[in-house]
């Protein structure tokens, strides 16, 4: 599985794991994206329910470009990064 990571702004950066590209914003992951997502969700994108500060709301808005995104729970994104672990360990 590759993964890399590209900076894409102050304080945002995005983690490509495989199929799956996740937005970082600051060093907490916000929004992510995968085509295969859309039979379930109804859209590429997820974002994440928690608030966090008004910068990470620019950040997912930015990010997401207008497009529409489901909201699921913050624990959504630290299992996409546990089961990413896993499998590149």
């Not at 109804?42 to 966090?52: A, D, L």
């Not at 529409?68 to 299992?79: L, N």
Request: charged share 20%; hydrophobic share 45%; aromatic share 14%.
């Amino acid at each position: 599985m590759k993964i890399s990571a590209r900076a894409i702004g102050n304080n945002m950066t995005e983690l490509f794991i495989g199929n799956t590209t996740i937005l970082f914003s600051y060093a907490a992951p916000v929004a992510a994206h995968r085509y295969e997502w859309f039979r379930q969700h109804g859209t590429i994108f997820v974002v994440t329910e928690q608030r966090w500060c008004a910068a990470t709301s620019r950040h997912i808005n930015m990010w997401l470009k207008g497009a529409h995104a489901k909201s699921v729970p913050q624990s959504f994104f630290d299992d996409l990064l546990e089961t990413a672990k896993w499998k590149w360990t």
